[in-house]
């Protein structure tokens, strides 16, 4: 089964500085991944997804972006932080082949301050 | 888009007590996951339940998908079970969660 890499596990950074959080993917080829976000009060909103290397879409508009520069490889970034980028961000993937289980990386709590 | 609702939002038993999580969505679906979220964070595979009845030790899942809904057992409880379970359907391409049940087992 396939295994998810996810890091950092905490980071702390101050407003307005750039942000990158990686995210690997080993076992499978031909991932769907994605970019969760959970604030504050549980629920998790779904970010970005990506079918493959350079397709990325969008589900909400904001302070970040997303790329995919390899095929297993998911790139959280964001050039100025806000507060309100503050929460806990999850990388997942799935086999892409049709209706297939969604596994989860350990995630990144990041703090702005 | 597809709405997911998860009851109860909150959960107290003591220790060896059962409990039943409810997960109801309002269309269609193409696959249903349930996850428990350690204290770290960590979101941990349940069950994939598009229908039917799946159990792996003391938990147990049922997905009525004509119905709309699927139910997550858990007999027996222990501390280990506290945590927030999630309920998450797929439409499309994408997983659609629900809001959680936030379940605490006392000693």
């Known amino acids: 089964s396939q295994t998810i890499h996810q890091w950092p596990a905490t980071l702390v950074q101050p407003v307005g500085s750039p942000l990158s959080l990686e995210c690997t993917v080993e076992?499978?080829?031909?991932?769907?991944l994605y970019w969760y976000r959970q604030a504050a009060g549980r629920g998790l909103q779904l970010l970005f997804y990506?079918?493959?290397?350079?397709?990325i879409s969008s589900e909400v508009p904001q302070n970040l972006s997303a790329s995919r520069p390899q095929d297993r490889q998911f790139i959280l970034s964001s050039k100025k932080l806000l507060l309100s980028d503050s929460g806990f961000y999850l990388c997942?993937?799935?086999?892409?082949?049709?209706?297939?289980?969604?596994?989860f990386g350990q995630g990144t709590r990041l703090t702005v301050v | 888009g597809i709405q997911v609702e998860q009851s109860p939002p909150d959960l107290i038993l003591q220790e060896g007590a059962n409990s039943t999580l409810r997960c109801n969505f309002s269309d269609s679906v193409n696959n249903l996951q349930w996850f428990h979220q350690n204290p770290w964070g960590q979101l941990i595979n349940l069950f994939y339940?598009?229908?039917g009845t799946k159990q792996n030790g003391r938990l147990s899942a049922t997905t009525v998908a004509t119905e709309r809904y699927s139910l997550l057992y858990i007999s027996s409880s222990q501390t280990t079970d506290s945590g927030v379970y999630f309920c998450?359907?797929?439409?499309?391409?994408?997983?659609?969660f629900g809001k959680g049940t936030m379940l605490l087992v006392s000693p």
């Open positions: 076992g499978t080829s031909n991932p769907n």
């Open positions: 339940i598009p229908s």
């Open positions: 998450a359907v797929r439409e499309y391409s994408t997983l659609t």
């Open positions: 990506s079918v493959g290397i350079g397709q």
């Open positions: 997942a993937c799935d086999r892409g082949r049709g209706n297939t289980e969604a596994f």
